[in-house]
């Protein structure tokens, strides 16, 4: 199945090798040592000619199953689930709500919060809990690139979550200190590559927080007119410009945040309705994210500020969370599917139907693969790109 027509640009890679051959002995030896250094090199060659990269050895997505307290570990390179975690095993409720996930860039730990038991956990690398930090409602989480910190939004599931985000020291899970954003419904969050701001958006008003992550000074960002519901943010790799999903306006709005204490919105578009979370191409060219009532997934070209195309088909069912695999192949959409219309391997008796993981393929615009999950999975997360 394909729609649309977005692309990315693909790279090839030659390996080109001669020597001259002499008939000295030093010259044979180097030859066949030579020789020898191809043939295990062979592998990569072929690689690289084909254009084919390593990049993604050794990647995980981590999936939130809100609906059963457990996490899904999927493997980059085989797309298959390689392990299950089951919060209830490791002492949590069935009421733990799993919410959001981010890896560190190098993969040795990953941390996920949980709604119903007011924790953000912390595993390694192993999958295997080693710290845990208690907060009321964690929601989205944003991995600070410089700074030993886990930047802490609120749950959007909350009925009065606190004015405020969190502040976690990863490295001992004690939080450090909270945030007053002085507006209610604190959820998007987002936090520049340089690591001197941290952008945080209201559910409940068209404002953002603009917080110096070194001087605490804050400056307010607001907008007339219909209220937005910003759901997440996600920052440029360059760090210059934001995009915020609304979820009411079905808008993805662009921001200059070249100077984050004086934000300007620049292009407010069009997209299907319910935009949820998006994720920037390594490149800076695309920007992907669901529309959770439409079952779609958007591609926009960040370049034009356009619509380049829409992912939809079987899997993609109120999708969620979204993921880039690091060489930029997949796109990984984590879908609710609440109410049944993937059907998959269930039953129709199911009260509480599995989702899914739709695995987009950047380049064609197909669906590669729909990997199907326990109920509910909400936020995925995979190694933060910094």
């Given amino acids: 199945m394909e729609h649309g027509a977005w692309s990315l640009e693909q790279k090839s890679t030659t390996f080109d090798f001669s020597m001259h051959h002499k008939k000295s002995f030093l010259s044979r030896f180097f030859t066949f040592t030579l020789i020898a250094i191809i043939g295990l090199a062979a592998p990569w060659a072929a690689g690289a000619q084909s254009g084919e990269t390593n990049e993604a050895s050794g990647q995980r997505v981590y999936v939130c199953n809100q609906g059963e307290a457990t996490l899904s570990v999927i493997d980059v390179e085989s797309l298959e689930v390689v392990d ?40 390694n690398r192993d999958n295997e809990l080693v710290g845990k930090a208690k907060m009321e409602v964690p929601g989205l989480i944003s991995l600070h690139p410089t700074r030993d910190w886990l930047m802490v939004g609120r749950s959007m599931s909350a009925v009065n979550p606190p004015q405020s985000i969190g502040v976690i020291d990863r490295s001992d899970m004690q939080v450090k200190k909270t945030v007053e954003t002085f507006f209610a419904r604190p959820h998007a969050i987002a936090t520049t590559p340089d690591g001197k701001w941290t952008l945080v958006g209201s559910l409940a008003a068209n404002q953002i927080l603009s917080i110096n992550n070194e001087s605490g000074e804050t400056h307010l960002y607001r907008s007339e007119g219909k209220t937005h519901v910003y759901v997440d943010f996600e920052i440029s790799p360059d760090g210059n410009t934001m995009v915020a999903t609304g979820q009411m306006s079905a808008k993805a709005l662009v921001f200059d945040i070249s100077d984050p204490s004086s934000l300007k919105l620049t292009d407010s578009i069009e997209v299907n309705a319910q935009p949820w979370h998006p994720v920037y191409s390594a490149d800076g060219k695309q920007v992907y994210f669901g529309n959770k009532t439409a079952h779609s997934v958007t591609a926009l070209n960040m370049k034009d500020r356009k ?52 695995v987009i393929n950047t380049k064609t615009h197909k669906i590669e693969k729909v990997i199907e999950v326990e109920a509910y999975p909400s936020g995925i997360g995979t190694r933060a790109r910094w």
């Fill in 84 to 123: 299950h975690i089951d919060l209830q095993e490791l002492g949590f409720s069935e009421n733990a709500k799993p919410h959001h996930t981010v890896a560190e860039p190098d993969g040795s730990h990953w941390y996920v919060t949980l709604i119903g038991e007011n924790r953000v956990l912390k595993f």
């Fill in 307 to 358: 619509v380049e195309g829409v992912v939809e088909g079987e899997g993609i069912a109120q999708p969620h969370g979204s993921a880039l695999s690091v060489d930029g192949k997949y796109v990984f959409i984590s879908n609710n599917n609440r109410k049944g219309t993937f059907k998959g391997g269930q039953t129709p008796e199911d009260d509480d139907p599995n989702g899914t993981v739709t």
